[in-house]
């Protein structure tokens, strides 16, 4: 690998939660970032078209992404995460990530910097941010410390988010719980378009990856036992944590994903007290067309919280 002087980090999957850590620990190391633009139709384009049609739209953006990022920096980051433990994996998406990526920009010969690990390498973060910063050229002691500081910045980062949503759940008013995987909440065109139409009809929103994650984990487990997805895993053990403190759940997915398809069924039948929007996003529409679902949805919640139809 050439000298590496400015690494691309697409704007996708699970770089809305430990893209954090990855341009930390990048520039304790002395180098630039590039972070793609967020997301928007012309991105979607760019991915679908690379894509094949069975994808998630979660990675068609990502692709998408890659692309808005040839030729803007020395390297582009595609991690390829496994999972820590055989009972936290990630889902298959993310196991070929590096190779997925590859493989559809061959003819572009991008310069892809990776690093892999997977439940059965028994494993942890900290070797394999050493063995990232091996891969840049950099001594087992500048790769620790910039380690150490980025993981720092990352607890820091999760913690700030962690305490602000607390305030907001004190607070008065409605409060609706975007559940689902970070990357589909918080994209612009996913669940960013959704959190932006319930703030218009007056709620408050509040996400499942904003909770303590290890409480989160733990929890999930009075849900499921065997559940193997740890983003899953993360976010039922939320909605268990916060189901009473919430006037409703709207429950996210990106078609088609198959950890989702599996898990949401399940929580929408257990979840039975609280009112739950299960939304699908897929390539063609995203958000939109969703507003008349989440006006209905909130119009319910309002009726049940004064009594319920019968009173009116
Ligand atoms: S978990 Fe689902 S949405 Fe995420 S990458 Fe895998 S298939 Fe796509």
Redesign the pocket.
């Known amino acids: 690998m050439g000298q590496i002087h400015t690494i691309g980090i697409p704007r996708g999957?699970m770089a809305y939660r430990s893209g954090v850590l990855w341009k930390a620990f990048f520039e304790e190391l002395g180098l630039s970032c590039v972070i793609s633009p967020k997301s928007d139709r012309q991105i979607l384009e760019k991915g679908t078209k690379r894509a094949a049609d069975e994808?998630?739209?979660?990675?068609k953006l990502y692709l998408g992404h890659v692309e808005s990022l040839l030729g803007e920096c020395d390297a582009i980051f595609v991690p390829r995460m496994g999972g820590y433990r055989p009972k936290e994996k990630?889902?298959?998406?993310?196991e070929a990530l590096p190779d997925l990526v590859k493989n559809i920009f061959r003819n572009q010969h991008p310069n892809i910097l990776t690093v892999s690990y997977d439940w059965y390498d028994h494993t942890d973060e900290a070797k394999v941010y050493l063995s990232l910063g091996a891969a840049l050229g950099r001594s087992k002691s500048e790769s620790k410390k910039a380690y150490g500081a980025a993981r720092k910045k990352m607890d820091q980062w999760m913690k700030a988010k962690e305490k602000k949503q607390n305030i907001l759940l004190e607070g008065d008013g409605l409060k609706i719980l975007a559940a689902g995987?970070p990357?589909?909440l918080h994209d612009p065109f996913m669940g960013g378009e959704i959190s932006r139409l319930l703030g218009k009809m007056g709620a408050t929103v509040v996400f499942t990856d904003y909770v303590n994650r290890e409480k989160a984990l733990k929890r999930s487990y009075h849900f499921s036992k065997v559940m193997p997805?740890i983003?899953?895993r993360e976010m039922t053990g939320a909605v268990m944590l916060l189901r009473e403190r919430v006037d409703g759940i709207v429950l996210l997915?990106?078609y088609?994903?198959?950890?989702?398809s599996l898990v949401n069924d399940m929580l929408v039948r257990k979840v039975k007290e609280i009112p739950m929007l299960s939304l699908t996003l897929d390539a063609q529409s995203g958000a939109a067309g969703m507003e008349t679902r989440v006006e209905s949805f909130m119009d319910i919640i309002r009726y049940q919280k004064a009594g319920g139809y019968g009173n009116h």
């Open positions: 999957l994808t998630c739209l979660p990675f990630m889902c298959t998406r993310y995987h990357y589909v997805w983003i899953n997915s990106a088609p994903c198959g950890p989702d």
